[in-house]
């Protein structure tokens, strides 16, 4: 009976997908629907940033990097984030990267993920020199190759050169909804995909799941402290995936879990990661980047030859990064 109701269903999506139209493809349309003033948000918290883009308080306001470092707190705000949350994006939006200092804004930085791929092996062939170091790919890297170094292995660096003078903010942003509508398909090319008709169901329910207590799991943890004692507990009892990666001497150690995401209409739409820096038992830093963007985990995937592929567990052949 099972099999027959499945067999039915199956074949009513078929039905539907080779009828639904003549058109294939998807097509993504952009609106402006406010403007941040990040200059009045000068000297005030994120909240101030927060209930422009919201147009009220909000607990969806986490932070892209935080750390604290010589009796000051640092914390990086991805204004993109909040635009994200607000319009549910299912395509990120980049937006600028606002410096809080002991909890006023003071600047912004560039790019974090430049940040995060500091002291990999040069590439030839490089794209740019923001992304080109971690974009080649080598199909044949495994886990018997030697990594590279993990983000911030060897000390924080540079980001807390930038934290600590960071360059003018930009005067406005502009909130921008992204909506991505699939054009309809009126071929056979839809059929290989039906048995993942099956599965998205469960698919956005993990992603759902993982959403909500990835950042729970995110808000957990607090930089200076150690690592909450029921973490891993807690992380398993609510079903959200973690990896722990080390260094030779285990002196440090990257935590990374799932932060899940938005419903997706296929099974390889990425998620979001949670990232925690820990040094001496101690957490030093954490971050945190929603879905489709993997800037943050790109440089856990490079070998120390400077290529690109599967060298760490959570890592796939072509070198993108999930918990």
């Keep these: ?36 003033n990040i200059a009045e948000a000068l000297g005030r918290p994120p909240e101030n940033i927060a209930v422009q883009v919201f147009g009220q308080p909000t607990t969806a306001l986490r932070f892209a990097f935080e750390v604290d470092v010589e ?15 607000r319009c ?6 980049s937006g600028p990267q606002l410096v809080y200092r002991d909890g006023v804004l003071v600047g912004a ?18 794209f740019d020199v923001v992304n080109g170091r971690i974009r080649r790919v080598n199909p044949d890297a495994n886990l ?32 921008t909804c992204v909506s991505v509508e699939n054009a309809r398909s009126g071929n056979l090319q839809t059929l290989p995909l039906l048995p993942l008709v099956v599965f998205r169901s469960s698919e956005n329910e993990s992603r759902a799941n993982a959403q909500q207590f990835g950042a ?15 973490f891993e507990q807690r992380a398993r009892e609510w079903r959200v995936r973690f990896r722990q990666h ?23 739409q990425p998620r979001g990661v949670g990232y925690i820096g820990v040094r001496g038992g101690v957490v ?38 999930q918990p």
């Design 1 to 36: 009976m099972f099999h027959s109701l499945r067999l039915s269903a199956l074949l009513l999506v078929s039905w539907a997908m080779i009828n639904s139209g003549s058109e294939a493809g998807a097509q993504a349309s952009r609106a402006v629907v406010g403007t941040v």
């Design 71 to 85: 009796g000051h707190s640092f914390a990086v705000l991805n204004v993109g984030y909040l635009v994200d949350a």
């Design 88 to 93: 549910g994006n299912v395509w990120s939006v």
């Design 109 to 126: 930085i560039p790019n974090l993920g430049a940040f995060f791929s500091e002291g990999l092996p040069s590439l030839v062939d490089s």
């Design 144 to 175: 018997n190759d030697p990594p590279a170094q993990l983000p911030f292995e060897r000390g924080l660096g540079s980001v807390l050169e930038a934290l600590n003078a960071p360059r003018a903010a930009p005067l406005s942003f502009d909130i």
């Design 216 to 230: 729970d799991l995110y808000d957990l943890v607090q930089v200076g402290h150690p690592l909450p004692e029921d």
């Design 246 to 268: 080390t260094n030779a001497d285990d002196s440090y150690r990257l935590v990374t879990f799932d932060m899940g995401g938005p419903r997706s209409s296929g099974l390889a």
């Design 284 to 321: 030093e830093w954490k971050a945190m980047e929603p879905s489709l963007t993997n800037t943050l985990g790109a440089p856990l995937c490079v070998a120390a030859d400077g290529r690109r592929g599967r060298v760490r567990n959570g890592c796939s052949s072509t070198g993108y990064y």
